[in-house]
């Protein structure tokens, strides 16, 4: 299907990466989560949590424990920047209504340091936006080499939320699918390694979550009505995104579908994704562009 | 002294926050390291830890004991503006080479949530930023309602780097002050919380703090020879520091000067600031614009 070229046995780049990660999957979700050829999303079980054999309390100490793993990564992905290197990471968070993007970004993302990290929630299109192509916005959010990318939603809306509503002929639809794809391989080109989440959950999980945030004061401002109309659109949802993963999951910028009914599970599972990433950009510690010796002793008459 | 008019026994907005937050100081550093009338840089004890009596080891536990009173002040601040509320705060860090900026942003900032937060640093000025005034690269990095922005440097450096280095014209330099205390005052009126921070080290911790950047390998990258240049100019430096905050410390926009020679200390003090504002601001949780029973039902039925 297209070019769509990512496969299910794990044997891109992110899977050979697995082994320098951390050992607190028995298999990286790199692996085993990644949509590969006759993906169908009907398959992956929401409660599932594949590769990881604790419990709850486990898989939340497993995250903690990986916190700083991941922000050396980070750093060091920083510091080869300054020196040249082009390598950025870009995470696409994609799912429905209360699925746990905000979780992944405070709790995951919250751990590397702030520096590192350029997060961006993409809203309704505005004016200006719309009088631009639909990738147009979406470039100007790329992160600057050495910086880790956050996409709360993405291009990925505009075949997602459109196609389900009807907001753009079908054949645009269609262009879209084909120009996403070769957007993310110009992406990916220029050294930016490209992540892609939809974070899955049970159309009844998220009815226990929306039920929580009418029951919270302190939750209401996250729920409004019209989230109930997408809510009945459920089973169109999951064919845009069944469509969508299809159509555009490629070894340049491979989708993983991540259980999402368990929290804890999710947020480690896309901690280790972005973990492998990393690993196999490998950033280096940039050799001094100084002489040490010579410094040290202008240091010491200053 | 120009529109300076903070002063320096704590009867500002900030102070009266003070009973609000935290209890861990004796005196909110909002009071003690407010830079009032007749401010003497040299009265500041790089070494000291005004207003709080514990150990390093208390410090640390004390930053980490009001991360989560930080971050839940910033969710309601974050909450309060999906319903129209335009309070945002602006944390502004300046500081000379290794006196922590980092360090704050990534051990204070860090614990909020990374949605909540907007870090930009400011490098030497491009081709397109100087084609402009100095604020225009400023004013399009301001925070948006609901959100903590933090500066690492800022428009500050138009008066200190280029007063010490004479890259501007002294009548212009003179401008500047004025021109930032107008729009200063611009921004705090649109409901943005000014918190303007100087962290203030020694010299000699200085010369410790880059001579571990030449001895450790990863810490290499931080270091360049330019920053012993700079150091060389230390006394001009601390004069044009003193000069700006004398003319641009106002109540819309307070200067605090920090002692930061012991790095836990300007940590818990920064934390506390903002703490300080952000029960100044007083956010609350929106009210519902929906009714909840109605839509506990729509859901149900969903």
Known sequence: ???????????????????????????????????????????VDPDATPGFSGTKE?????????????DALQERLFAASRVGARNSVLLILQAMDTAGKGGIVRHVMGSADPQGIHHHAFKAPTDEDRAHDFLWRVERQLPEAGI??????????????????????????ERRYGAIRQFEELVAGGGTRIVKVMLHISKDEQRDRLLERLDRPDKHWKFGPGDIDERRRWDDYMEAYRIAIE????????WYVVPANKKWYARIAVQQLLIDVLHAIDPQWPAPAFDVAEQRRRLAKS
């Open 58 to 70: 486990e898989g939340a100490a497993a995250l903690l424990a990986s916190d700083g793993e991941l």
């Open 1 to 43: 299907m297209g070019n769509g070229n990512g496969n299910g046995n794990g044997s891109g780049p992110e899977a050979r990466a697995v082994v320098v990660g951390s050992s607190r999957f028995e298999t990286s979700p790199s692996v085993l989560l990644r949509a590969g050829a006759g993906f169908r999303l009907e398959d």
């Open 247 to 254: 159509r555009t999951r490629t070894d340049d910028a491979p």
């Open 148 to 173: 880790i990318g956050v996409f709360d939603r993405s291009h990925y809306e505009d075949v997602l939320v459109q196609r389900v509503r009807g907001l753009a002929a079908p054949e645009e639809i």
